[in-house]
């Protein structure tokens, strides 16, 4: 979410990768441009620092440059459910030397509250007849559910029970503490929350934010909080073989919220 939110990914993100023997990063940009969606040189930017995929959500379109680089960056999704003939795609697979299988990534967006898009269901299940999770080429499948309903977020992670490692959150900016492994062995979090600074409204300055609930004028301009930023994600960990998730954990960095390790590693 804006600067503060790039800068505690810059800082972080690629001595975890490191520290962590991380297989793979993805990071939510959707909100990395002030706020409002992400351009180019922002994300080869985040591909440099380690990022591996980058995935966007309704903001996505924010910023029109990004059309066109869309198109050709296979690591830069949008949501599976955009009509057909949108630019880009909502899957990428992807390979890594000393890494079992293809890791498949697949982002699709919520309905409840949001655009009037495909059915996500329908669209991840025509999606996922193309991967396997027992089959040896795939080492494991991460699915992004950009939503702002919880309640949807929690049925279509009990709807991919078992069909994919890991059903992730995004969009809400505020993490959850509901993180846990499903019965058929999926990794759930209904939102891992925001990268940015904590000290606002869900990343905009409180003063521009809180003017559109206090005043009957027009809406002012809102800004992106700009004090130090806090890095929220979840840690999957995944069997060797199943491609099911073994574990989960939320990471908290910074200041403002209760800071989260998961138990077995340090900084």
Known sequence: MGRAGRDVVTKHVGALKKAWN????????ENAAAGFGVTPSLCDDFFAQGVDVILTGNHAWDQKEILPYIAQQPRLLRPINYPQGTPGSGVCVLQKPGVRGNFVVIQVMGRLFMEPLDDPFACLQKTLASF??????VGAIFVDVHAESTSEKIAIGHYLDGRVSAVLGTHTHTPTADQRILPGGTAFQSDVGMCGDYDSVIGMT??????????????PRLEAASGEGTLC???????????RATGIWPV????????????????
């Open 233 to 243: 994600a979840t840690l999957i960990e995944t069997h060797e073989t199943t491609g």
């Open 22 to 29: 991380l297989d793979w990063v993805v990071v939510n940009a």
């Open 252 to 267: 908290h960095i910074g200041p403002h919220l209760t800071p989260l390790l998961p138990p077995h590693l340090s900084l």
């Open 132 to 137: 396997d999770l027992s089959k040896p080429d």
């Open 206 to 219: 409180k003063e521009s934010a809180m003017g559109r609930f206090l005043h009957k004028l027009p809406k």
